[in-house]
């Protein structure tokens, strides 16, 4: 039995005249310890669709099933790592990844729940900034906390929504490598969003390209046959992968035109004029910043 399923799942948001029907008929099957990537356009409903398998978004129609079960909220077995790192502020790299951990974990003592949010720190190579917050790290070094944080939580599928798409290309990288390496150690299951298809072939074994919305839904899927691990260079080298990108670009780019001819029809648009909303007065007493409508 695969481990998630969305059977005919469509999510809109809205009502009456502002509906947005962002996803439809979306079908998928996850096996368990599988890479699946899924390259969309921005905007066409990614972060919507893991929040549905994350249990923050519930489907108007269809199901999302986990281990044949609906879900019915978030829960621990399903790790998120967001494209904004989602870090608290005031904590360190250490407490940050505490708070996961002794969230999942109550039943671990004290000691036992230090050397597990050490080891995941560790993995990320992020021992020696244990102590710092996030201010004081670099994107690629958020990053790899909120890896840690996602991980320390041992869920049984890591779900990851464009988690490298803010960082420089030599970050990004070196990122994907250490999740690619941690994913073979622990043999989790994982699904990346990505807008990026290089990123997919490198690690994924499935890449799904998501049509671009309103309504987007599931293409057809594209298999990455190459042996892991994977090296950059080698598969840069090889026709297979050129083979392999061009197909996947020429889908994306095929189904982008389409939808581009249909965006391009004209509309009628209301006669609207636009209305101030009134001025806005900063006074500064006592410290205070008073904000004034009217
Ligand atoms: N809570 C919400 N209420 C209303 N509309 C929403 C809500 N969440 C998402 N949308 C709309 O759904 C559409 C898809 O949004 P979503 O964030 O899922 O796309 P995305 O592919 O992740 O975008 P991006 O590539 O910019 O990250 C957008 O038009 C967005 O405005």
Not at 19 to 48: C, M, P, R, W, Y
């Amino acid at each position: 039995m695969p481990i998630l399923e969305l059977k005919n799942v469509s999510k809109s948001f809205g009502s009456g005249s502002s509906l947005i029907e962002v996803l439809s008929d979306i079908n998928l099957s996850v096996n368990e310890g599988e890479f699946v990537a899924i390259v969309g356009f921005s905007g066409s409903g990614k972060t919507t669709l893991i929040n549905l398998i994350n249990g923050l978004l519930f489907p108007d129609q269809g199901e999302v099933l986990l281990h044949g079960s609906p879900v019915e909220g978030p829960g621990p077995d399903r790790g998120v790592i967001f494209q904004n790192y989602s870090l608290l502020p005031w904590l360190s790299v250490y407490s940050n990844v505490k708070l996961a951990v002794d969230e999942v974990f109550p039943k671990l003592s004290k000691k036992e729940r230090d050397e597990h949010i050490k080891k995941y720190i560790d993995m990320v190579n992020l021992t020696p900034a244990l102590d710092k917050k996030p201010s004081e790290l670099s994107g690629g070094m958020r990053q790899r906390v909120s890896v840690a944080r996602a991980l320390a939580m041992n869920p049984e599928i890591l779900l990851m929504d464009e988690p490298l798409s803010a960082l420089d290309a030599l970050t990004r990288g070196s990122l994907q490598e250490e999740i690619i390496k941690i994913w073979n150690q622990d043999k989790k299951t994982a699904i990346l969003i990505t807008n990026d298809v290089d990123e997919g072939i490198l690690m994924a074994d499935r890449i799904i390209p998501l049509t671009p919305g309103p309504k987007a839904t599931l293409g057809p899927e594209f298999k990455v046959g190459f042996e892991r691990p994977r090296d950059v260079t080698e598969i840069n080298k090889d026709e297979a992968y050129k083979h392999l990108r061009n197909n996947i670009l020429e889908y994306l780019m095929d189904v982008g035109a389409t939808r581009k001819q249909v965006s391009d029809q004209r509309y009628m648009l209301p006669d609207l004029k636009p209305t101030m909303p009134g001025r806005v007065i900063f006074r500064k007493r006592k410290k205070k910043v008073q904000v004034k409508y009217f």
